[in-house]
């Protein structure tokens, strides 16, 4: 127990930090990487799990509540090994782009090739 508590008094705090995200500018870079190091496949199998969870999480944060603000948004992820979502970054304010990070929070979208593992929700009404 002491060794224990001695490591983690001797260990390096910027260590812990340097290797996780802390905000949507450093997330998102690493989800456009992991993204495209994904082929084939399971490329297809990636979209269409992205697809299916902002298919139900757009009908969970609109359903009897009407839209007004159109404006694109991102909402990056962070997913374990299970492919369940760890955290969440987003650009946009909308009150959609608000509900929709919320809604993937603790959802799995798919098992990805490594942990962690960076994927991004980017929305665009006009593209």
């Keep these: 127990m002491q060794m ?12 812990a930090s340097a290797t996780a995200p802390l905000d949507y500018a450093d997330a998102k870079p690493l989800a456009t ?28 944060c609109s ?7 159109f404006s694109a948004f991102t909402v990056v992820m962070q997913l374990d090994a299970d492919g369940r979502v760890q955290q969440t970054w987003r650009q946009g304010s909308s009150p959609l782009a608000i509900c929709l990070q ?23 009404f006009t593209k």
């Design 102 to 124: 919320r809604y993937v929070r603790d959802k799995r979208v798919f098992v990805p090739p490594q942990a962690p593992f960076y994927t991004a929700l980017e929305i665009s």
């Design 4 to 15: 224990l508590l001695a490591a983690l008094l001797l260990a390096d705090p910027q260590s």
């Design 63 to 69: 359903l009897g509540k009407p839209q007004k603000d």
């Design 33 to 60: 990487r992991d993204e495209a190091s994904v082929t084939g496949a399971a490329h297809a199998a990636m979209l269409a799990a992205q697809q299916a969870l902002l298919d139900a999480g757009v009908v969970e």
